[in-house]
């Protein structure tokens, strides 16, 4: 079993490059050309072996469980499992050493793609069954304006039980040496779900409409949108089509990401806390998601995967350069 770090690069038509390592299969860095100069819009460590000690889930694969769920525990079938803590009495993202900090294996690494998997025992963490749990990046590009991201997760396990894992990068389109403020955020959601001071969900699915959380039309991101929320795009669960989730516009306007995911909502979070060697707001996270603690919320838009049923989620981060002068 690999313990050290390796670092994968995918490269694209559009002269783009991206860079994965096995630690928490994190992407490190997506280079791409602005004006004929070299743009790197994923916030990253100059060292890559800090990656190791991070506390801020950098560009990580966060899960099995995206996000936070109650009391760490749930019920499946009326059987309760009690879950690692990692954040007071809840769980975030899995818990102590999970799929954010341990070694990926490498199934195959081409030009354009890169398949890594890892298999959880029955019981880790406290989530029932044994777990496998594959990503695949695949980087393409529809012409040299545009290039895209699909993140495929595939999971099984011989047991019934959750997972809802997602990327964690933080992206600055102005690039990672210039601030992240000036950003331009639009989401396709017209609901979020309102958090207790814990930031776990009170059970509500609330409009956005005439709140400080109403992104439809696009907004201008400074200092006082603190945003570490879950935006609902859709609250009856559809994942056989990808939706638009978010649109990200860099402070010139010369570069757009666009976020397309098939889970039901996304999670926004602006960089407030982030630490040295990073400043605060260095980078923004859009993270496709069921909502936090939906095992905990039967109305919540969620499913469960079976040794029957295996959970296919994707998410496609695609840049396009607008062209601006």
Aim: with cysteine; glycine share 4%.
């Amino acid at each position: 079993m690999t313990t050290s770090i390796v670092q994968y690069t995918l490269s694209n038509e559009a002269n783009d490059t991206i860079s994965i390592i096995n630690y928490g299969a994190r992407l490190t860095s997506w280079i791409t050309h602005v004006d004929n100069k070299k743009r790197n819009i994923i916030l990253g460590y100059s060292n890559i072996n800090d990656y190791l000690n991070d506390t801020f889930y950098l560009g990580a694969v966060a899960g099995p469980y995206a996000n936070r769920l109650s009391n760490a525990r749930i019920n499946i079938d009326e059987k309760a499992y009690v879950l690692n803590k990692n954040e007071g009495v809840n769980q975030l993202h899995g818990g102590q050493k999970a799929l954010s900090d341990l070694f990926w294996q490498l199934d195959y690494h081409q030009k354009n793609a890169l398949s890594l998997s890892i298999t959880l025992p029955d019981g880790y963490n406290g989530y029932p069954g044994k777990t496998i749990f594959n990503v695949l990046y695949t980087f393409t590009t529809n012409s040299k304006n545009q290039s895209n991201l699909d993140i495929k997760f595939t999971i099984t396990s011989n047991k019934k039980t959750i997972a809802g894992p997602t990327a964690h990068p933080y992206f600055n389109l102005n690039g990672i040496t210039n601030s992240a403020q000036g950003h331009t955020l639009k989401l396709a959601a017209a609901h979020y779900t309102p958090v207790d001071t814990n930031a776990i969900p009170t059970g509500l699915i609330a409009p956005v409409a005439n709140t400080t959380f109403d992104y439809t039309n696009a907004r201008v991101l400074n200092k006082t949108d603190k945003l570490d929320h879950n935006f609902v795009t859709e609250q009856v669960l559809n994942l056989q089509t990808n939706k638009q989730h978010a649109t990200l516009t860099s402070a010139d306007e010369k570069v757009m990401l666009s976020v397309l995911s098939n889970y039901p909502a996304i999670q926004v979070y602006t960089g407030q806390h982030l630490k040295s060697p990073f400043n605060q707001f260095d980078g923004i996270c859009l993270e496709p998601q069921f909502c936090p603690d939906s095992p905990n919320n039967p109305h919540f838009p969620f499913s469960y995967l079976t040794p029957q049923v295996p959970l296919q989620t994707h998410i496609s981060y695609c840049l396009t350069k607008t062209n601006k002068k």
